[in-house]
Every structure is written in structure tokens, then in C-alpha cells.
């Protein structure tokens, strides 16, 4: 039987659900089964999320896992009078931050995730706005207004990686996937020679990648293992070449990736 987690917010979810779930990783040999429960803002919505906590435990005769982020001390008592295991994230650290900081917080709901800096949102828009224009290389021509160029064989993460630098970094972010054309020219093209300085690769383990093209086209040549190697050991004969930093992907997530690249290209500075 899966253990019933839930995550409960007063917004979004978003947040304990991130460090929830960081948390949950250290139990790899248990299968949870996971349910948000967004915008509990009001006691009577408090009262709602908690039957559907009590429902769970008679149901499976175990009691569940509860992360929650409640900023009012009202709903959050709801939530733990009827929670046996309610690891309250919120109240774990603004108690302890008032004392040290000597200021009452103020138990605003959603200070994260709402609008609080408009001209940061613009900019996650923007970026968001680019990325998704210059996507496995559309539109190569303004490249230099790109904060960062992902380079990689086809499936390799370059995609899903831009947009989390996108939505989280507020970093323009483009992709160009490296095509037989690149591999048999002596030198970069000049659309890429031009962004050197913003260029970053990504590659994967030639079984990891054959595993992932076949869920997209199980049949032909592009799945192959033989094709998947021969395409990561010239593109990272590519980067080695032409001293393009990159990044193994094959056994970390999207967030470490963007971390990564974040860190190694001093980028966080230059956009946030």
C-alpha cells in the first residue's frame, strides 16, 4: 500500500511541496502517494483539507504524512488537531527567526509566490517570452540577446532545463541542438561563434538517451544505441574541441542542472 502524503498550503503549493518532497527523497524504498491541497486560506477550508487528512488514515489504517505552510495560527491548528504527523514548515522556522531577527513577522498568506515585485515578474515574462521562441534553434539570428545557449544532442535536457532558467532565474535562454553539419564543419558556425562566451552543453549517457527517444519514436535509427553513441561521443568530442564548458545530465534533476549552470556561468548576478 502507497503512505498517503499531503501537502497543504494556504497558496499555491508550490513551496511545501518542493521541500517536502526534498525531504521524502531520503526514503527512496517507499512508495507515497501524494495529494495537494492549494489554498486553504480560510478555517472552514482548514476543516475541509483536515476530513479529507481523517478520511485517509480510517481508509488505509495508517496515518498520513502531512506537510503544510499555514501562515494563520487558526487554520493551522485545524490542521493539527486532526493530523497525527503534520510537519508544520512554516511554523518550524518563523518562531525561531523572530526571535533572532527580535520582529514579529507578518503572517502575510503568499508573500512567495504573489506579485510583490512587478518589474521581476516582467522579467520572468520576457524571459519565459524568449525561451519559448528560441527553442531547439528557432530563430538563431538573435541569439545575442540570449543570457545563456544550451547546446546538446536531441533529448538531452536542453528544453526543460531553459525553462527552468527561465521561470526561476529570470534568464533569456536558447537551445540549439548540434546536427551533423556541426560535427563535420572544422569550427563552430558563425551564429554560435558570435555567443562563445554564452554557450554551455549538455550531454547524457548514450543508454539513458536511447531509453528516453524510444518513448518518443520507438522504431528507426534515431533510438538506436549505436546512434545515440556515436552522437554524444562527437558532440562531447564538439565541446572539448571548441572548450565549451558542460554537464553530464544523465543522473541529476532539471533544478541541479539549472543550479549548475547558474554557478558555473555566474549568471545569477547578472539577472536576478
Not at 502507497?2 to 511545501?16: A, L, Q
Not at 472552514?44 to 502531512?66: M, T, Y
Not at 545575442?144 to 538531452?156: F, H, K, N
Request: charged share 25%; aromatic share 8%; hydrophobic share 40%.
Amino acid at each position: 500500500m502507497k503512505r498517503k502524503v499531503f501537502f497543504v498550503s494556504d497558496r499555491t503549493g508550490i513551496t511545501v511541496e518542493a521541500l517536502g518532497e526534498s525531504l521524502l527523497t531520503q526514503f527512496p524504498g517507499i512508495d507515497f502517494e501524494r495529494i495537494r491541497i492549494p489554498f486553504v486560506d480560510t478555517e472552514a477550508a482548514a476543516e475541509l483539507a483536515a476530513q479529507q487528512i481523517s478520511a485517509a488514515s480510517e481508509a488505509d489504517g495508517i496515518e498520513p504524512i502531512v506537510f503544510s505552510t499555514l501562515t494563520d495560527p487558526a487554520i493551522r491548528s485545524v490542521i493539527r488537531a486532526r493530523a497525527t504527523f503534520d510537519f508544520d514548515l512554516f511554523g518550524a522556522f518563523i518562531e525561531p527567526l523572530e526571535t533572532a531577527l527580535e520582529q514579529h513577522s507578518t503572517h502575510s498568506v503568499g508573500r512567495k509566490h504573489g506579485i510583490v515585485d512587478v518589474h521581476a515578474y516582467e522579467r520572468r515574462l520576457n524571459a519565459l517570452n524568449y525561451t519559448l521562441s528560441h527553442d531547439d534553434g528557432l530563430r538563431i539570428n538573435d541569439l545575442t540577446d540570449a543570457d545563456i545557449v544550451l547546446l546538446g544532442v536531441s533529448r538531452s535536457g536542453k528544453t526543460p532545463t531553459c525553462l527552468y532558467l527561465g521561470m526561476h532565474y529570470n534568464l533569456r535562454a536558447a537551445n540549439y541542438p548540434i546536427t551533423e553539419d556541426e560535427y563535420d564543419e572544422a569550427s563552430l558556425p558563425p551564429i554560435l561563434e558570435a555567443v562563445r562566451e554564452r554557450l554551455y552543453g549538455l550531454t547524457i549517457v548514450p543508454e539513458q538517451l536511447s531509453r528516453i527517444r524510444k518513448q518518443r519514436r520507438p522504431d528507426g535509427i534515431y533510438a538506436s544505441l549505436g546512434q545515440c553513441r556515436a552522437e554524444v561521443a562527437r558532440t562531447e568530442a564538439l565541446f572539448r574541441r571548441e572548450g565549451i564548458p558542460w554537464l553530464d545530465t544523465t543522473t541529476i534533476s532539471i533544478e541541479e542542472i539549472a543550479a549548475t549552470i547558474v554557478r558555473d556561468t555566474n549568471l545569477r548576478a547578472a539577472r536576478r
